[in-house]
C-alpha cells in the first residue's frame, strides 16, 4: 500500500468519526427510497464509500437537503428545502434533510390538514402537547412534508407553535389543490391566542376582497364556527343559516355528519372537507360545484 493511499484511508476514517456524530446530531434526518430532483444543485460529489453522514456533511449554511446514492456513489445538494423539489421514488436514493420547522419565506407552518382523511382537524388543533416537529422525537411521515398529492399524506401536521402561541403579527390560513395556493386569508395576531385572531375585524388580506366590509358575516365568523348538535363546521365564514340557502365564503365540515347536507350537493362520507367559494361573493353550498369548490389541503402560517 503506497503512504498516499494510507493517507486517503485515514483521512476518510478520521472524518467518518465526526460525520457519524453530525448525523447522530439533531440536525438532519434521512429518507430513503426517494430521489430529489432539482435543476440548480449547489454541488454534486462522488465518494467511494457513500454514507448519509457524508452526505450530509456537505450540505453546509446555504444548503437545506440532500439527495444520495450509495450505489451511485453520489451526493446532490440544494438550497431548497425537501418540500421545494420535486421527488421521484427510488430504491437507490436517499433524501437528506434539516430536522426544523416548515417554512416558507419568513412564514412558518403551524399546521397542515389533509382532506377527507377521517381524522379531525379541530380536535389535533387543540390536542395541546401533540407536536409533528422539533424537538420532537416523533417519526412524521415523509409523504407528509410535500404540498401537494404526491405520495398521498394522510396524516395532519401540528407544530408545537400552538402550544407556544405569541400573538404573532400576521397568521395566514390557505386552502392549496395539489400545491396550488386557491384562496387564503390573512388576519393579524397580535395579542390573540390559538383562536382569537379568526375574527372578520382582523382581516388584513384575503382572497376575497368583499370580506372586509360583508356585513352579513358577523355571527358566524369564529374558529370554533357552527357546532349545535352534531354538526361540525368549522372556521364556517357563512351568512344563511337555514339549509336551502347556506352561503358562504369558507368552511371547515369537521364530521361525516350535518344537518343541511341532504340539501347540499357535497358527498359527505369523509372529513374534514375543506370549502371555499371561488368568486369574490358568496357561494351557495345547495349548487353543484364549481359554484363552490373543494381544496384538498389547508395550511396555517405565522409570521
Ligand atoms: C373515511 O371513511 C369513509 C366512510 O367510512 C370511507 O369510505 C373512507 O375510505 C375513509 N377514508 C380514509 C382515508 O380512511
Ligand atoms: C372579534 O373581535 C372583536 C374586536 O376585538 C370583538 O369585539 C369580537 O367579540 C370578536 N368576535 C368574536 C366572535 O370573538
Ligand atoms: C369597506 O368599508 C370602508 C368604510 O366604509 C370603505 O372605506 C372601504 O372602501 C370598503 N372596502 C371595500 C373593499 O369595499
Ligand atoms: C332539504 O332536505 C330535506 C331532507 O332531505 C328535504 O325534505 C327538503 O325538501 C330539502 N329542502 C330543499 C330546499 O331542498
Not at 347536507?261 to 369574490?280: A, D, E, G, Q, R
Request: proline share 4%; glycine share 4%; charged share 15%.
Amino acid at each position: 500500500m503506497s503512504e498516499l493511499s494510507c493517507c486517503v484511508i485515514c483521512l476518510v476514517l478520521t472524518s467518518f468519526t465526526f460525520v457519524a456524530s453530525v448525523v447522530k446530531s439533531p440536525f438532519f434526518k434521512v429518507a430513503c427510497g426517494y430521489k430529489m430532483i432539482g435543476e440548480t444543485p449547489l454541488k454534486i460529489l462522488t465518494f467511494r464509500n457513500m454514507t448519509p453522514a457524508l452526505c450530509a456533511m456537505q450540505c453546509l449554511d446555504d444548503c437545506n437537503s440532500a439527495t444520495y446514492s450509495e450505489r451511485y456513489q453520489t451526493c446532490t445538494t440544494f438550497r431548497e428545502s425537501l418540500y421545494e423539489l420535486p421527488w421521484t421514488k427510488d430504491q437507490d436514493w436517499c433524501m437528506v434533510y434539516r430536522n426544523e420547522p416548515i417554512r416558507s419565506a419568513a412564514w412558518t407552518l403551524v399546521f397542515k390538514a389533509q382532506s377527507r382523511i377521517n381524522v379531525s382537524f379541530y380536535n389535533m388543533w387543540e390536542m395541546t402537547g401533540y407536536q409533528d416537529d422539533p424537538p420532537s422525537t416523533v417519526d412524521f411521515p415523509v409523504e407528509c412534508f410535500r404540498f401537494d398529492k404526491w405520495g398521498s399524506c394522510t396524516r395532519h401536521y401540528r407544530s408545537s407553535v400552538l402550544d407556544n402561541w405569541l400573538g404573532y403579527g400576521q397568521v395566514k390560513v390557505a386552502f392549496l389543490n395539489n400545491g396550488h395556493e386557491v384562496a387564503f386569508m390573512i388576519f393579524s395576531g397580535v395579542s390573540t391566542n390559538r383562536q382569537s385572531w379568526f375574527n372578520q375585524t382582523r382581516v388584513a388580506t384575503s382572497w376575497w376582497t368583499s370580506l372586509w366590509n360583508d356585513t352579513s358575516l358577523t355571527n358566524y365568523f369564529t374558529f370554533t364556527g357552527f357546532t349545535s348538535g352534531s354538526n361540525r363546521r368549522r372556521m364556517s365564514i357563512v351568512s344563511a343559516n337555514s339549509c336551502h340557502i347556506n352561503l358562504m365564503y369558507f368552511m371547515v365540515l369537521d364530521t361525516d355528519y350535518d344537518e343541511c347536507s341532504s340539501n347540499w350537493s357535497l358527498p359527505l362520507s369523509s372529513y374534514p372537507v375543506f370549502l371555499y367559494s371561488p368568486m369574490n361573493y358568496q357561494a351557495k353550498l345547495s349548487s353543484q360545484p364549481p359554484e363552490y369548490r373543494e381544496a384538498d389541503t389547508m395550511v396555517i402560517w405565522v409570521m
